[in-house]
């Protein structure tokens, strides 16, 4: 089936940037933002790259555009057979998405993938190797990594765990993975003194045969079931991370939620706990207001004596609002001891942190009324989240494509913490039944986004005149739901979002006097 087998074990970047890949066939699944990252990095690296996606061209043009010129062989469209693309391949590297066992990937892909995976383990030189984005990515990394996962949180985690290293100027800080671009674009130019940290998703876990140094865990609770079938097999999927660290590396856990804690059980490597409560021997916890670490975290920290239990940063600096985001911000601060930023580098790092887009990130106040984008509230417990970062009087956009988890639990909750609710696409109604028999009075549903958001900014300003307020009132969209009925994804909704946000800000100045 393959010509000469690349040998995964022994590909390292010096050796890419010296020319082993030169001349070799690499057959690239996939042309989304990992799959054009991967084609761009094995042409860049010499090889006969060779990219399938089952999409026809046509909508593929952007994708392409961004090969920029390489000389990549592009075989698309459905009337492409797969394994025909690999036929004398040295090496399949593939997307996320992509993967035997995943629905992800159309069927005819995910059979053919599967031949390829049974002969390779029958004998490894019979078949192509096999190699996701992701593992290639630890597989040949240099440096330490952090790897940051959960079903929330994750990118907010991993982005502030990014922010506290980069205190130490002497080591600099590469973040990627599921957030930002792909990684292995930057493999090439990774020394030994950089730091990667790499968010993570379910996703990406079963394809990696190679863990991180430091495997961070926000929480594990329900999603993408869709996927996994059940939520003991997602939580399985979750664990992997844990399965695979370093030998040499560091767990941190989330001591507040169970699911996350037992991963500690059986754990060969140093566990880190993170809790809303005093901390434990070793670990990160709150006490009078601030957050805290108990015992220094790093080696050097340790030898010098310093006392027992190390104030970090007050809860009032944090910028990032809400309680789920204290906690994301232990798991970051845990890391950046771990490599030794001092104490007052890490409250200034943490302080100055004001989030990521689309996760509780405020858009703008008009008049009074706050406008929070949390399109990445897809499951109830992030949108539960979100209702609980904010005070009243509150109003809550939801709704998309129903993803097939039990939303149960988001009804009470919403009934208690907002005003109002107003709801858009496929599980609106649903979402306003179930809201209505929870006693929220005040629950509208919306043709669009942008009609949800003039309406939910009218209801805003009948609260606040009724109550005599000042306000703020805020507006958070936090949807409860996919978004692929009315949207490309969460990204898509949320700039959306923001657009009718200033669409309406602007109507607003046109219509102040003189």
Not at 21 to 27: A, Y
């Amino acid at each position: 089936m393959a010509g000469h087998v690349v040998d995964l074990d022994g590909l390292t970047a010096a050796g890419v940037r010296d020319g082993v890949l030169d001349g070799r066939s690499v057959t690239v699944l996939g042309l989304a933002r990992s799959g054009t990252a991967l084609a761009r990095f094995f042409a860049d690296a010499g090889a006969r790259v060779t990219v399938y996606d089952g999409r026809p061209a046509v909508e593929l043009t952007a994708a392409i555009e961004s090969l920029g010129g390489r000389a990549v062989e592009l075989r698309l469209g459905p009337d492409v057979e797969p394994s025909a693309t690999w036929s004398e391949a040295d090496m399949i590297a593939t997307s996320p998405s992509i993967n035997p066992d995943y629905p992800t990937a159309e069927p005819r892909l995910r059979t053919a993938l599967a031949v390829v995976v049974a002969a390779h383990r029958a004998d490894p030189s019979a078949a192509p190797a096999l190699v996701s984005e992701a593992d290639l990515v630890l597989r040949m990394c240099p440096c330490p990594t952090i790897g940051v996962t959960g079903t929330k949180g994750k990118t907010t985690t991993a982005s502030l765990t990014a922010a506290l290293l980069a205190a130490d100027s002497a080591h600099p800080v590469i973040l990627g993975g599921n957030i930002g671009i792909p990684l292995v674009e930057r493999l090439t130019e990774l020394t030994s003194d950089h730091r990667v940290v790499i968010e993570l998703s379910e996703l990406q876990m079963p394809t990696l045969t190679r863990g991180t140094t430091v495997a961070v865990y926000t929480n594990v609770t329900a999603d993408h079931l869709d996927r996994h079938g059940s939520l003991d097999a997602y939580r399985k999927v979750k664990g992997r991370l844990a399965e695979l660290v370093d030998p040499k590396g560091v767990l941190v856990l989330n001591a507040d939620d169970p699911v996350v804690a037992r991963y500690a059980v059986g754990a060969t490597v140093p566990v880190i706990f993170y809790r809303r409560g005093a901390p434990e021997p070793g670990g990160i916890g709150l006490e009078d207001g601030w957050i805290v670490a108990r015992a220094p975290l790093a080696e050097e920290s340790r030898r010098s004596g310093e006392p027992s239990v190390v104030p970090i940063v007050p809860v009032s600096e944090l910028a990032i609002p809400g309680e789920h985001n204290v906690s994301n911000a232990m798991a970051a601060i845990a890391v950046a001891g771990l490599f030794g930023i001092k104490p007052e580098a890490i409250r200034r790092a943490a302080a100055a942190f004001t989030g990521v887009e689309h996760r509780l990130e405020q858009v703008a106040v008009v008049d009074g009324v706050r406008f929070v984008n949390d399109s990445q509230g897809t499951q109830p417990d992030a949108v539960i989240a979100a209702l609980r970062s904010f005070e009243r009087p509150l109003i809550l956009i939801a709704g998309g494509r129903d993803k097939g988890v039990d939303l149960s639990g988001l009804g009470p909750v919403a009934a208690e913490r907002a005003d109002a609710a107003v709801l858009i696409g496929e599980s609106g109604p649903t979402l306003a039944q179930m809201f209505r028999a929870d006693g929220m009075a005040r629950v509208e549903l919306a043709a669009s986004l942008e009609a949800a958001v003039d309406r939910a900014d009218e209801i805003a300003r009948d609260l606040l005149t009724g109550s005599g307020s000042g306000g703020p009132a805020t507006v958070v969209l936090s949807p409860a739901a996919a978004s692929f009925d009315m949207f490309v994804d969460y990204a898509a909704r949320g700039r959306a979002f923001k657009a009718a946000v200033a669409a309406l800000a602007e109507r607003r100045r046109a219509t102040e006097p003189a």
